[in-house]
């Protein structure tokens, strides 16, 4: 059974910075692109960043680029979303996903977290 649990959300001040993991289990790690979507209150489940089995390469939305960066770790089964210069708008809850085998689509996604909530405050 896949799973994707996600740690690292908290309350921040605008400007300032948080670090998400996202720990996966129940798959070969190494051989799926990973992503990270959010969702604010009222709004659609949004594409924030990929990256490929390897990590040799990443894509963005460009709300984010310049400020977030998303990186794994296969020997720990984990990806990281890096986030910077936070502002109220990047408030929401995040959720990890798992590609397809050996697949690098940065919209097609087959598991998904529960989710960490970001607050960031003005």
């Known amino acids: 059974q896949v799973q994707l649990v996600e740690s690292g959300g908290g309350v921040v001040q605008a400007g300032g910075s948080l670090r998400l993991s996202c720990a996966a289990s129940g798959l070969t790690f190494r051989r799926y692109a990973m992503g990270w979507f959010r969702q604010a209150p009222g709004k659609e489940r949004e594409f924030v960043a990929a990256?490929?089995?390897?990590?040799?390469?990443?894509d963005y939305a460009d709300s984010v680029k310049g400020r977030f960066t998303i990186s794994r770790d296969n020997a720990k089964n984990t990806v990281y979303l890096e986030m910077n210069n936070l502002t109220p708008e990047d408030t929401a809850v995040y959720y990890c996903?798992?590609?397809?085998?050996?697949?690098?689509?940065?919209?097609?996604?087959?598991?998904w977290g529960q989710g960490t909530q970001v607050t960031v405050s003005s």
């Open positions: 996903a798992a590609g397809y085998p050996n697949e690098y689509d940065s919209r097609r996604y087959a598991y």
């Open positions: 990256i490929s089995m390897s990590g040799a390469r990443t």
